[in-house]
Every structure is written in structure tokens, then in C-alpha cells.
């Protein structure tokens, strides 16, 4: 990433931005553990053997910035995680990464790139195999990871003058020692699909080279591998694929601060108040400066900064290796030796919470003080990661005993049930295509983002008994839907399937739609593109699938010519998914004997009430409000300070759970509801205009009055 720093002077008279700015005498040094690897090292064109420190580079801007030659500063600056080989830990990562210029895909070349990947992990030189059923070879990662990034959404935000039209890719070849040039030129010639493919840049073109080889096993602080960090560096220098930023030199200024402010207090966070005191010294004298300087660098940077928590708008995470060090030891607790844990925890977890997060996904709060006490401490404990997993939605809390669920703990489905034929498996994938062909795929991290998603709409979604029957595993997973329902979601990889056994296929669409929203939150959360399809497997040929048209009643054919008309005809095993008949909801009472409606769903009297709840917090969300004013709006909407309050200190730092409980004392018309119109949608929206939140305002407008317009309700 090429940052030139720009003086832009915020008073009229000059200023000194680097005044009062901390100093150290030792750079940041890359931090590197056996089970991933973060690195933020400032790189030139052709990188000296002594790298600077990051002292001197503050030096050197504020040198530049004395003479007015600040215009001509820039530095690149380079960002790695590593997962660290735990193939659930990919699921995870892209929640924590921001717009890379390039990606680097990293492959063993021991490996064929068709043969079934092996991982294992390492933590204190020791290492143990993760015993799991992987369905991923190298060749299979490449493909993955190059549809993940067709997915993204474009990003946008300030101060970029230049920004590659799409990322590119580095395939990074491991363990090169131990292969033959013969090897290394026959896995180079088996990718030469990727020679072509303007994504993908080929570490040495003319001869033929798609792949980085490197050395793995040079020795961490040795001559050797400091020379093979600078190759690797100068290579991705070379590549001319770099992100580039003009910024205030204040901003860039800042963010360097705050790396040496936590280089010197020996912690990966700092507090706001510490942080305010920074912004001081660089005259960044209003907080609302520090919280969009913050928010900045948490869009381009390593940083990490949750403004929208209540619980975490205190803290910044300056370095997030911490975090993911506690999800990476969270998952590997399930595969380590027992006689090996206390390597990860101390004291390590109990054979019961070992087994109980095994076998059913499933951990206490505590187990996470005995992996994160090396890390938690009176700022950053247990309690403010149990709230950043939820934010992020990486787990669900369940039940009413604590219960936390983590589907990345699970093991990998060994085999699958024979697919339903009463109603035909759907499938719901991303359409890629590339030169003529189409391909299915789903972005990495979308399958236990949906999960956790589903498992949050707790009136309607549950788990299922554990048994042969049914899957709880981290890439299939069975949930009771409406009380009495059964739907299987199977992670294939480059798709979802979704099995439902049950004959009645009247209640096909309401499922349809219930797992469609998740993925579409889950979409939001990975920043990927909402561009979905549904298809179904072709029974002519198993390589082909059949897409489902816009118009819900027609597909299209990947493969053969035949374009099966599996929408049409008497067949409805396919069309039942689509087809909406006017039956009550799966699960509703027998004595509701009106139509079902989608969002929102309106009494006869208008007024609203609980059983809307989840309709409310829908419609809110689907039309962008975060609920982090839920305070002003339940006021807006009659609620007194006291009933809000009890509300705030109930959901501590939770902003879903405090807008749901805020919606909920609403449509109990507490307080002063029935004063302010009662629980009415007209009411709510006359709320958000005077919250000057119209433009949510205006899509549930338009929405209900769409929506009145074709509702026929008995009087």
C-alpha cells in the first residue's frame, strides 16, 4: 500500500503536527508465531539490507516536514496475516482483512495440486495434525480464493488517487527445499491457466514461473530468512499493484503514533482516552477528528477500532494478532492432545469443555479467560471478546446457561445423507465467468456467518437433536425450522445446498426466504456483492447446473444443450421452492386463517404487536439502520429514561440485544407509547425523521405502503 503524505495544514497558521510526538529507540519488530505470521514493514523499490525503524521514519517526516518537502514523502507499507494452516481459521479471516491490493495464496509444494491437503498445527515447536475430513487440495484454494475476490465490493473511502481495478493474486510456494526443479516445473505448467488470467501475477513470466518458491525452514532471525523477507518484499514492490493514498500528513502521522504509544506500553491495545491524548499532540483537538482518523485507518489498515459496540467504542486494537491468536487457540483445543493443551491454556480446559465444544460447537465465557490470560487484563477481558465474536457474528449465543456457539470448533461432515427427491435439493451459489465458462462459488467465511445468522432468529431457528440423522458439523448443518421442521445447509464448497425432507412442500419458500436473508447479512458482513444465485444439479450431466432466471420460472443450463425445463411442466420438486401459496407460516397457529405476508405485517387495527418483533427489527435493518441510536428512538417512540436505562445496563454493550429489548417494550406499548401514536409503523417512521435517519425512514415507507396496497386483510 503507497501512502504519499500530503501537508495539509488545518489552521492558518503553520503548524508542527509532529510536536510533542512519543519516540522510541528500537523499531516495531515483526511479530512471528509457528501458527501465523503479521508483518507491517515500510519498503522501498529496492529495500536496504537495514530496514529503518519506525523512529526514523518519524524523524524523517518530521525533517520533511521543516523543510516543506512533505509532498515528497512516501513509504509503502505492507500488511500480513497468516492463517497459520487451521482451515477453519480461512473462514475467519476475512472478517478482520480490509481491500488488499494483493493477496498472496499460499501452497505446499510437496503437494500435488490435486491430492487432499493435510494441515497441521504448530504452537511452541510442537505440532499436532488436525484430524478432519478436508475436501480442499491446492488446486482447489487457488480457484477458491480467485472467485472470493471476483465477490468483493468495491471499496470506497477517502484519500485514494489510485486503486487497482480488482486484487491480484501471488501464489506463494512452500517448502521449496524439498522439491526438484523437475517438480517445481511441472506444478508451474499444470497452472499455466492462470498464465493468461490478469488476476494472477506469474512470479517470473518468461520462463514460464506462475509460483513463488521460498524456503520455510530457514531458521526465524537468521541472515538467510531476513534476505528471503526482503526478496518476498521487493518482489511485491516490483509488482506495481500497489493501493495508492494521498493523505493528510497529520493521519499518517497518527497512525505511527499509535503503533509506538503500544510498542511502549507492551499491549496490542489503547484505550481512548490514551488515544485522545495522542490526537492532542497532533492537534486533532475534537474526539469527533479521532473517531473518523480512527475509523479511517480501521477501513485500510491492520487497526481495528468498533465505535458501533458500546462495550468496545473504548478500545483500539492497534495490533489484532491477540484476537486471532484466541480464536486460533479456541479452535485448536479441539484437536490438540490433551497432554498438549496446556500449551494453549493455563490451566487447560476440562475433558467436559473440550468435548462439549468438540462435539456440539458449544463453550462457556470461561474457557476463554484460560486461553486469553496472557492477553486480558482490566481494559480487554473475556467479556469484550465475547462481544466482538457476537458483533462480528462469528458466534451465537444459545440457550439460557451462557452457552456460546462456535461452528468453526466442529469437525468436518465424513459423509452425507442420499439428497431428498420429494423436493429437490437447492443450491445457492455466486455465478463466476471467465472466458466463455461458468462456474459456481461462495465466498470464503459465508457458510458459518449464515449459520450464526439463522441461529440468531431464535423464535424460528434451533438446533437439532444430535443423531446419525442430522449434522452439526462446520460445513453441514442441521436446524429445526418453525418448531417442527428439518432443513439440512451442506457447505459444498463452491455452493450451499439446502435439503428439506419434509413433503410439504407449501412451506418451500418461506424456508427459501429465511436462509436467503442470512446470506444476504452474511454478504453484507464479508463486504461481498448481493449478486446471488439459485440453481439446481442437471440430471443430464453431473457438471452442468441449472440456473434459476430472475423471473423464478425458468432456468438455463451451464453445460448441456438441452436447457432442462425443470421450473416448468407438472415437476414441482423444483418449483416448490418458489412457489408462494397463501397458507399460513410454518409453525403458525391453526386459527390464523389469513395469508401469510412478508415484512411488514400489518394488524387490521394497524397497531402492531410482540409477535411483529422480529418483523420490525427486519424491515429496520434491511433498509441500513444499525440501531446504535436505539436510545433516542425509544424516547422518540415514548419510552421513558428509566425503562431505557434498566435496558442499557441489562445488554451491556450489546446494540442488537438493546434495540430488540428497546422494540420490544414498544410494541408492549410501556410508558408513554400509547401517547405517541401507540406501535404503529406510521410512528415509527415519524421517529426516524426526527432522528434525521430519513433515508431508512423512506424505504420502510415506501415498503409498507407497497405492501398495504396489495394486503387484502377480513374485517
Not at 498438549?340 to 462439549?356: C, F, G, Y
Not at 457474528?393 to 439428497?419: K, Q, R, T
Not at 394497524?606 to 429496520?620: A, E, H
Request: proline fraction near 6%; charge should be neutral.
Amino acid at each position: 500500500m503507497n501512502k504519499p503524505i500530503e501537508n495539509e495544514p488545518t489552521r492558518n497558521e503553520p503548524i508542527n503536527p509532529m510536536e510533542n510526538i512519543p519516540t522510541e529507540s528500537s523499531p516495531i519488530e515483526n511479530k512471528q508465531t509457528e501458527n501465523k505470521t503479521m508483518l507491517k514493514q515500510p519498503t522501498k523499490k529496492k529495500p536496504a539490507k537495514n530496514k529503518p525503524t519506525t523512529s526514523e521514519l518519524v524523524k524523517k517526516m518530521v525533517q520533511a516536514f521543516k523543510k516543506g518537502e512533505s509532498k515528497k514523502l512516501s513509504t509503502n507499507w505492507v500488511h500480513f496475516i497468516d492463517s497459520g494452516g487451521q482451515p477453519a481459521y480461512r473462514e475467519l479471516l476475512p472478517l478482520f482483512t480490509r481491500a488488499a491490493a494483493l493477496n498472496i495464496i499460499t501452497i505446499d509444494l510437496t503437494k500435488g495440486l490435486d491430492e487432499k491437503c493435510e494441515f497441521q498445527y504448530r504452537i511452541h515447536q510442537n505440532t499436532s495434525p488436525i484430524n478432519t475430513n478436508l475436501r480442499y487440495c491446492n488446486l482447489n484454494i487457488i480457484r477458491s480464493t480467485i472467485s472470493s475476490g471476483a465477490m468483493l465490493q468495491p471499496v470506497k473511502f477517502p484519500y485514494v488517487s489510485d486503486m487497482p481495478k480488482h486484487s491480484h493474486y501471488l501464489i506463494l510456494g512452500t517448502r521449496k527445499e524439498l522439491v526438484t526443479e523437475k517438480k517445481l516445473k511441472e506444478i508451474n505448467e499444470s497452472l499455466m491457466e492462470y498464465k493468461a488470467n490478469k488476476k494472477v501475477i506469474p512470479y517470473n513470466k518468461d520462463q514460464g514461473s506462475i509460483i513463488f518458491p521460498v524456503n520455510t525452514l530457514l531458521p526465524a532471525g537468521s541472515k538467510e530468512r531476513e534476505e528471503a523477507s526482503i526478496q518476498l518484499c521487493t518482489t511485491i514492490s516490483d509488482f506495481g499493484v500497489a493501493m495508492t493514498i494521498t493523505l493528510p500528513i497529520q493521519l499518517f502521522t497518527f497512525e505511527i503514533s499509535l503503533q509506538l504509544e503500544a510498542a511502549n506500553k507492551k499491549r496490542s491495545f489503547l484505550t481512548k482516552e490514551e488515544v485522545i491524548k495522542l490526537g492532542v499532540s497532533l492537534r486533532l483537538d475534537k474526539e469527533s477528528d479521532i473517531n473518523e482518523a480512527l475509523q479511517y485507518l480501521h477501513n485500510v489498515t491492520i487497526i481495528l477500532y468498533y465505535r458501533d459496540v458500546d462495550i468496545l467504542k473504548d478500545l483500539i486494537f492497534v495490533d489484532p494478532k491477540p484476537i486471532l491468536d484466541v480464536l486460533s487457540r479456541l479452535i485448536a483445543v479441539t484437536y490438540v492432545d490433551h497432554d498438549k493443551l496446556q500449551q494453549i491454556a493455563k490451566p487447560p480446559p476440562s475433558i467436559d469443555e473440550r468435548s462439549t465444544l468438540k462435539n456440539f460447537g458449544l463453550f462457556k465465557k470461561d474457557i476463554l479467560k484460560i486461553i486469553g490470560n496472557e492477553i486480558f487484563n482490566r481494559n480487554f477481558t473475556s467479556s469484550h471478546m465475547i462481544a466482538l465474536l457476537k458483533h462480528l457474528h462469528i458466534i451465537a449465543e444459545v440457550g439460557e446457561e451462557g452457552d456460546y456457539f462456535f461452528p468453526c470448533a466442529l469437525s468436518s461432515y465424513e459423509e452425507l445423507n442420499p439428497p431428498p427427491t420429494e423436493i429437490q435439493p437447492l443450491l445457492i451459489a455466486w455465478e463466476i465467468n471467465d472466458r466463455g465458462t461458468t462456474t459456481l462459488a461462495i465466498p470464503q467465511g459465508l457458510f458459518p456467518l449464515t449459520i450464526v445468522h439463522l441461529l440468531e432468529e431464535k423464535k424460528i431457528v434451533e438446533f437439532s437433536p444430535k443423531g446419525k440423522e442430522y449434522y452439526r458439523c462446520h460445513d453441514a448443518m442441521s436446524l429445526c425450522v418453525y418448531k417442527e421442521y428439518y432443513i439440512d445447509i451442506i457447505n459444498c464448497y463452491t455452493h450451499i445446498e439446502m435439503y428439506f425432507y419434509d413433503c410439504r412442500k407449501e412451506f418451500c419458500h418461506q424456508i427459501c426466504e429465511l436462509v436467503t436473508k442470512a446470506i444476504k447479512k452474511s454478504s453484507k458482513d464479508l463486504n461481498v456483492n448481493d449478486d446471488h444465485i439459485f440453481a439446481f444439479k442437471c440430471s443430464m450431466d453431473e457438471q452442468c447446473y441449472c440456473i434459476v432466471k430472475e423471473d423464478k420460472s425458468s432456468t438455463r443450463c451451464t453445460q448441456c444443450r438441452s436447457h432442462c425445463k425443470v421450473l416448468q411442466g407438472g415437476d414441482d420438486s423444483y418449483r416448490c421452492w418458489f412457489n408462494n401459496p397463501q397458507l399460513p407460516s410454518p409453525g403458525a397457529e391453526a386459527s390464523l386463517e389469513r395469508p401469510p405476508t412478508t415484512r411488514p405485517t400489518v394488524q387490521p387495527t394497524g397497531l402492531l404487536d410482540t409477535s411483529n418483533l422480529i418483523d420490525v427489527i427486519d424491515v429496520l435493518g434491511d433498509h441500513g439502520y444499525s440501531g446504535v441510536s436505539y436510545y433516542d428512538l425509544g424516547l422518540r417512540l415514548g419510552l421513558h429514561p428509566g425503562t431505557l436505562d434498566v435496558i442499557k445496563e441489562d445488554n451491556k454493550g450489546d446494540v442488537c440485544s438493546c434495540l430488540r429489548e428497546c422494540l420490544k417494550a414498544w410494541l408492549e406499548q410501556r410508558d408513554s407509547v400509547k401517547r405517541k401514536g401507540g406501535p404503529t409503523y406510521e410512528a415509527l417512521i415519524k421517529a426516524l425523521r426526527k432522528m434525521k435517519e430519513n433515508a431508512v425512514a423512506d424505504g420502510i415507507d415506501r415498503q409498507t405502503k407497497n405492501e398495504m396496497a396489495s394486503l387484502e386483510v377480513p374485517l
